[in-house]
């Protein structure tokens, strides 16, 4: 299994909590406010074009919106293969930092 | 426009027109989103809208903008760092290759140099025929008057030329004409103290040409120095040749033993570059007292070459029309009936180039000649291009297995495609690096032998440097491309089977296909060379009709002692056997002429050549009387009214009965009679067909042009030719010996073709050699495949020589289609080519058998030695199993 670089986990993770409304603008809000980065639109769709091509999101189309000068939004969401790349990202993350407090809780206590 | 991809809804809101993102700001990010603009511009517009509600407008449009240029270092980091990192591989195994098949990549470097250096010698040529006349600062205003004819003289039409009167006329009533000025070459004899040249570079000019051309002055002031009737101007190069050290301004030159002329100034030697190239400027105030005329009244003699520079917005067909309206007052009446057309002007750009006019001051190139040198460039490079596509899909098969572990390791078949894109392309950087060497090697023998000077350094112009770049990316793209298509798609499970699928048949006939092609290419430029061989072959033997061998003709310009002396003189010697005298034959065509003759109709015209000579003129050429006779000191009158026509002359007129009809021409003579008819001989270039001709007697004019023709003995030739010029000492003390060989003249009247003959052979050479090393490739590759063939049909008994059979049978009948197609191609080329020549040999079968045979020799010689390898290798060695 191909592994997920850092981007493409966040951006995996936001569309996930975001449910039915991950689109452009909403990502990148909800990016914000997970790490504090602001990412300019081009490295977003980048990213989500990344992810489209391995298979791990779907897009939808929405509607035409006049705040967006008539253009529509385009929703992005979560495939099988798309849930099961974040589930292997998780747990390999468990295994690599388990027993993370425990390493450091000596450190910060001078122990 | 699509840009904006809107959706019309109907109904925009005032609000949303009023609050947009900045234009020009959307249009670039439009741009910069390829394929992602739906969503990118639609959320940038949204969160813009969001911002300015918030923040107000300025911050937002501030936003927006920053959105375009925060990406672009993720962009380009992201590109460029993988292709980086990949570059650096694919550059080392591209080496790592070139140097592991020495002999494969020497061959395919030397195939792609020795295109590129094709490419480069032309580019150098076309680069420095398209910069004649350039350097004068208003080129691109100055144009030059012409003349289309009515009745073509030698089959052209358009003449150089325009009436004397023309140039003050210009100034003063055309408004759109800033200057213009006349130029009038008249070869003449310069004497400065006791040495004398006669000078064809001799211009009159007007004083106004320092306004139109870039004449820069090394001495002397450009604005006084043509003013003065009399008054010259030198080249630097006559300055040295006539005064070396001594200070030439003041000086008096004795032109044409009949005039002094003060020298004014000194210019600068014209550039190679310029169309005209002249050694002597004199003031053209001069010429016409010369000539005792006026010039206002100089409206038809049109042997001046008028120049006009306009000004920038004139409207030049306005000007042409009111020129033509404005000439024929001026212009008598009869000139513009039976001579004259119409006047128009060409512009100086395109003077170079055009070589069908007459009156030219120096031979022109000719645009068909840079088309067909960039024809045959384009070939060879072509050659040279598929050699390394079939070479390199040949050798296809010793990479399969760095292929398919990359595409096992996650290679996509893009990434395979650009690894050979660049492999082919460092080839043909390679291969131009050894193209320079080659140029730098044979430009010298070029540029002599096309009679230019041509030097590398041309090369250093931004343009030029652009096309070169050009070449080497056009040539590795083309190149590379089909190879790395093949090699991109190999299956890595079937590679590692052992047994890849190179779509054998349809890659395999592409292939042979393109040597096919390359032979095709080979044989129709053998074709033509040896056509073109035979061709001059038959010109330099063909008959002429007349004694043209040891023939020497000198010019009897300023000859003192009487003809009738001079012949009684030289024949004493004896290796002199005859000499006779005539204005003119295919070097200096007597003149043009109208004419006159019994029975004509009023609107009927007739254009002759004319030449005047002496009595025994068609005996000492051995032509032929066919009806009536001679010139013969019997008949006094002959001196004042005889004409021999040629054939073609009374069949042009219509008469049955010739002799004793009235016939003269007109200007020459009153009245004149026909006393005699010669065979048709070819007094001009085989070009043409015969012309009418009309021959009459005339005394010997030592200021006529008159020319002598001596018939000395094939022995001792050097000891009689000095032996002339040392009695010329004393017959024209004035004027240098001006000698030249009949048959040398007459071959210098096809230089053209001479050069077009070996132009062919050469680049023949040189397609055949590249023809041969793909085949040579191809026949390494094939015997290599079928080495665990021949070894099992040698242990199966076949003897050497029919494997031999077996292996070039292929080749054999590639080489025979390629004969087929090539032959009717070659023909039809060449058989248009014959056309510009009246007299021509016929495309015989012996030229298609040798063809044929030629290629095929080189074919079987090509292949034959991978083919004896191959045959006589030891089957145990074959077949073991590795």
Redesign the interface.
């Known amino acids: 299994m191909k592994e997920l670089t850092k981007a493409e986990e966040t951006l995996l993770i936001a569309i996930l909590r975001l449910k039915d409304n991950a689109y452009g603008v909403a990502i990148k809000q909800q990016i914000q406010k997970a790490t504090g980065k602001s990412l300019p639109y081009g490295t977003l769709y980048f990213i989500l074009e990344q992810l489209t091509k391995k298979g791990y999101v779907k897009r939808f189309t929405g509607e035409p919106k006049p705040e967006r000068g008539g253009r529509s939004r385009i929703y992005y969401a979560l495939t099988s293969e798309g849930s099961r790349a974040l589930e292997h990202a998780y747990k390999m993350q468990q295994k690599i930092w388990n027993g993370y407090t425990e390493l450091t809780w000596g450190e910060k206590t001078g122990k | 426009m699509e840009w904006?991809?809107?959706?019309?809804?109907g109904r925009?809101?005032r609000q949303?027109k009023r609050t947009?993102p900045p234009k020009l700001a959307e249009k670039i990010l439009c741009i910069?989103?390829f394929s992602?603009k739906?969503?990118?511009?639609?959320?940038?517009?949204?969160?813009y809208?969001?911002i300015r509600s918030e923040k107000g407008r300025f911050k937002a449009d501030v936003w927006y903008v920053w959105?375009i240029f925060?990406?672009?270092p993720?962009?380009i980091r992201?590109n460029i760092y993988w292709s980086a990192t990949m570059l650096k591989n694919y550059l080392i195994i591209a080496l790592r290759n070139i140097k592991r098949n020495k002999v494969y990549s020497v061959i395919n470097m030397l195939g792609l140099a020795t295109g590129m250096a094709c490419c480069i010698l032309i580019t150098i040529y076309i680069q420095f025929e398209f910069s004649y006349d350039r350097y004068h600062p208003n080129a691109d205003r100055i144009y030059r008057v012409m003349i289309n004819m009515k009745d073509p003289i030698q089959e052209r039409t358009q003449f150089v030329g325009s009436p004397a009167g023309l140039v003050p006329v210009l100034t003063e009533n055309f408004p759109e004409v800033v200057t213009a000025a006349a130029i009038k070459a008249e070869s003449s004899l310069v004497k400065y103290k006791d040495i004398f040249f006669g000078e064809r570079r001799f211009y009159y000019a007007d004083p106004e040409i320092f306004k139109i051309f870039y004449l820069p002055l090394v001495k002397g002031d450009p604005k006084t120095a043509l003013e003065k009737p009399y008054s010259i101007l030198i080249s630097q190069e006559i300055a040295s040749r006539y005064f070396e050290k001594e200070e030439p301004l003041g000086k008096t030159l004795h032109v044409d033993n009949r005039h002094d002329f003060m020298i004014a100034g000194v210019f600068q030697d014209i550039l190679e570059n310029s169309h005209f190239h002249c050694d002597f400027l004199a003031s053209i105030s001069s010429h016409f007292q010369n000539i005792g005329r006026e010039r206002a009244t100089g409206w038809n003699n049109f042997g001046y070459k008028t120049y006009i520079l306009f000004h920038e917005m004139a409207d030049l067909s306005e000007f042409s029309r009111k020129i033509n309206e404005y000439c024929r007052k001026f212009i008598p009446a009869e000139t513009l009936q039976k001579i004259v057309d119409d006047l128009w002007i060409q512009p100086l750009a395109d003077i170079h180039f055009y070589n069908q006019a007459l009156g030219e001051l120096e031979t022109n190139a000719d645009i068909r000649n840079i088309f067909l040198f960039s024809a045959i460039s384009f070939c060879i490079l072509l050659i040279a291009c598929f050699n390394y596509m079939n070479l390199a899909t040949a050798r296809s098969a010793f990479r399969t297995r760095e292929v398919g572990l990359r595409k096992v390791v996650g290679a996509q078949r893009r990434q395979i495609i650009n690894q050979f894109m660049g492999e082919s392309l460092t080839t043909a950087l390679f291969s131009f690096g050894i193209s320079l060497l080659l140029v730098r090697i044979f430009l010298p023998m070029f540029s002599s032998y096309i009679n230019r000077p041509l030097s590398f350094s041309q090369l250093s112009g931004l343009s030029e440097v652009f096309i070169l770049i050009g070449i080497i990316v056009i040539v590795g793209i083309f190149s590379g491309v089909y190879p790395a298509l093949v090699l991109s798609s190999f299956q890595p499970v079937n590679i590692f089977r052992g047994m890849w699928s190179k779509r054998s048949k349809g890659s395999f006939y592409f292939r042979n296909s393109l040597v096919v092609l390359q032979f095709i290419a080979s044989i129709i430029l053998i074709i033509c060379s040896v056509v073109t061989y035979q061709q001059l072959r038959y010109i330099r033997n063909k008959d002429l009709g007349f004694n043209r061998n040891h023939i020497l003709i000198i010019s009897g310009w300023g000859l003192r002692p009487s003809f009738e002396s001079v012949k009684h003189e030289l024949l004493q010697n004896p290796h002199v056997l005859d000499i006779t005298h005539a204005n003119g034959m295919h070097w200096n065509l007597g003149y043009v002429c109208f004419c006159q003759w019994q029975g004509k109709d009023e609107d009927e015209n007739l254009i002759t050549h004319g030449i005047s000579v002496g009595y025994n003129f068609i005996d000492f050429y051995d032509l032929e009387i066919v009806e009536g006779r001679n010139f013969s000191r019997e008949f006094s009158t002959d001196n004042e009214n005889a004409y021999i026509l040629n054939e073609t002359a009374v069949r042009a007129i219509g008469w049955e009965n010739p002799l004793g009809k009235k016939f003269f021409i007109d200007g020459e003579r009153e009245k004149g009679v026909v006393v005699g008819v010669v065979k048709d001989f070819h007094f001009a270039s085989l070009h043409l067909a015969i012309q009418p001709l009309a021959i009459d007697l005339s005394p010997f004019e030592p200021f006529n042009y008159d020319w002598i023709s001596l018939k000395i003995s094939p022995q001792d030739v050097s000891d009689t030719l000095s032996f002339l010029e040392k009695n010329w000492q004393v017959y024209s003390p004035d004027h240098p010996i001006n000698y030249f060989f009949l048959d040398d003249s007459l071959d210098r009247l096809y230089r053209t073709e001479q050069r077009l003959g070996q132009i062919f052979s050469r680049f023949t050479a040189i397609a055949v050699f590249l023809a041969c090393l793909g085949l040579f490739g191809l026949a390494i590759f094939t015997a290599e495949q079928r080495t665990k063939e021949i070894g099992i049909r040698k242990v199966l008994g076949a003897s050497v020589p029919s494997v031999l059979m077996l292996l070039s049978r292929e080749f054999i009948k590639w080489v025979f289609v390629a004969n087929l197609i090539a032959w009717p191609i070659g023909y039809t080329i060449m058989h248009q080519w014959l056309q510009s020549f009246a007299y021509k040999t016929h495309i015989g079968w012996l030229v298609i058998a040798l063809a044929a045979a030629l290629s095929l020799g080189i074919a079987l010689l090509t292949v034959s030695y991978q083919a004896v390898k191959a045959a006589t290798a030891n089957p145990a060695d074959s077949l073991r199993y590795e």
């Open positions: 904006i991809h809107r959706v019309d809804l925009e809101d949303m947009k910069l989103s992602k739906i969503g990118i511009l639609g959320d940038t517009e949204e969160e809208r969001m959105q925060r990406p672009l993720f962009f992201s």
